[in-house]
């Protein structure tokens, strides 16, 4: 006795009495394996549930021809949520790209603080999960319909969905945009989601223009190297905090015309001093929990506060009181509702890439990992050994 059940329109099979045996919860992975078997399987499932012993399924199955095997790739998976031990390397399946979606074959995957928060739960996420906002790849199948992507086509992406830290990715073609030929994989990995920050901090939510005084903390971080390159571009006087001479050298390189030590100096003091006592125009604070009040007392009168990171932990609630002594304004931007049209991504991607090609952004990718080593990446950037921008490459 058998029946056949309809797996797609290409191919069926009969199953034999002993399927139906196989526990409801274990057939999705029993037809995945027939699907990409040939004709006459013999099938082994545990049932760990009922710790029963393993047991053996003939299947007898037919068809024209079977589907190609699923398509396997490593990635970094995260089952719960922790340290960096918790970034397990394992075999993912990658799909087939549906209507409007691509697949990618990452080239450089760019590492950001924000994989930090994911990872650790600061900002939720459903386990398990494969971690990363930004990568490099080239496009290698292309879903139905879609005309303006390409197999081949070298794109970058930074911010959602979550999940860069893959060898392959499948990706809603929306979302990416091409890297110009001239713009080395790694250098384009480091600046996507970093300088379309810059970008969004330095033109959209406060304009900086030449003669203003801009303090940017974390100065030789990855965002913070960028926007002291773009901010004294612009014409700006710019003001950076670092916690070691090495990062204060990087960050005179990059622009920032006074550099404040600020595990050994009271920045607010030396903002004060360089200021003549009349404050910034605009503080860019990555910091969060131990610069933000500071931040706010670096501020000139009608200053600006752009607080759009928490790499020390959240600042502390602030009464709108505090900022009446000043006439102050407050805006914790994120760079997703800056890039959430497809006409403002590729404002800003342009913006970003053109400013590379002029040689006014130049991504420091000061650290390179293997994928598989997104552990190691992630416990370096928690403990303020890095500077600059780190790439993985899978
Ligand atoms: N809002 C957005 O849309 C957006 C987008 C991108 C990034 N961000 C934020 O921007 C910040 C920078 O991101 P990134 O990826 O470029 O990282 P990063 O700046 O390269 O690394 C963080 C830096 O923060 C400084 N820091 C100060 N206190 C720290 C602490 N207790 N623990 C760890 N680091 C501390 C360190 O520099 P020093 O050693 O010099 O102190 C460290 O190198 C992050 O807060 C991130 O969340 C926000």
């Given at each position: ?364 990718v000061n650290h390179i990992y293997p994928l598989s080593d997104a552990a190691r990446a992630h416990a370096d950037l928690e403990a303020r050994k ?9």
């Amino acid at each position: 006795m058998s029946s056949a059940l309809s797996l797609s329109s290409r191919f069926h099979i009969r199953i034999l009495p002993s399927f139906l045996s196989i526990p409801s919860r274990l057939r999705p992975a029993a037809l995945r394996l027939l699907r990409s078997t040939p004709t006459g399987l013999s099938l082994s499932l545990r049932n760990s549930e009922r710790r029963s012993s393993l047991r053996t399924f003939t299947i007898a199955a037919s068809g024209s021809s079977p589907s190609p095997a699923p398509k396997m790739v490593k990635a970094i998976r995260v089952y719960e949520l922790g340290g960096p031990e918790v970034l397990k390397w394992e075999d993912v399946e990658v799909g087939e790209p549906k209507e409007g979606e691509i697949r990618v074959r990452n080239k450089a995957i760019g590492v950001n603080f924000i994989d930090v928060y994911h990872r650790k739960g600061v900002y939720a996420k459903e386990t398990p999960f494969t971690p990363g906002m930004e990568a490099v790849g080239v496009v290698t199948a292309v879903g139905p319909g879609l005309t303006d992507r390409q197999v081949g086509d070298v794109v970058a992406y930074a911010g959602n969905p979550m999940g860069s830290y893959s060898e392959e990715q499948v990706l809603p073609a929306s979302v990416v945009v091409p890297v110009p030929p001239s713009i080395d994989h790694k250098i384009a990995a480091s600046v996507m989601l970093k300088g379309m920050t810059a970008y969004v901090l330095l033109r959209r939510c406060y304009k900086v223009e030449a003669g203003h005084t801009v303090l940017i903390h974390a100065a030789a971080g990855g965002v913070g190297s960028l926007l002291c390159q773009w901010a004294n571009a612009l014409g700006a006087t710019v003001i950076g905090t670092v916690s070691t001479e090495e990062k204060a050298a990087q960050a005179a390189e990059d622009g920032c015309h006074h550099v404040i030590v600020y595990t050994k100096e009271d920045f607010v003091a030396r903002v004060n001093e360089v200021t003549s006592g009349n404050g910034v125009n605009v503080v860019y604070d990555s910091v969060g929990k131990d610069t933000f009040q500071g931040s706010l007392s670096c501020l000139r009168s009608r200053g600006f506060m752009v607080s759009f990171g928490q790499s020390s932990g959240r600042p502390d609630p602030v009464p709108l009181s505090d900022l009446a002594s000043k006439s102050l304004f407050l805006t914790r931007p994120s760079l997703m509702h800056y890039t959430a049209t497809r006409d403002e991504l590729l404002a800003a991607a342009r913006e970003v890439f053109a400013n590379v090609a002029a040689g006014i952004l130049r991504g420091r990718v000061n650290h390179i990992y293997p994928l598989s080593d997104a552990a190691r990446a992630h416990a370096d950037l928690e403990a303020r050994k890095t500077s600059g921008s780190i790439v993985l490459i899978p």
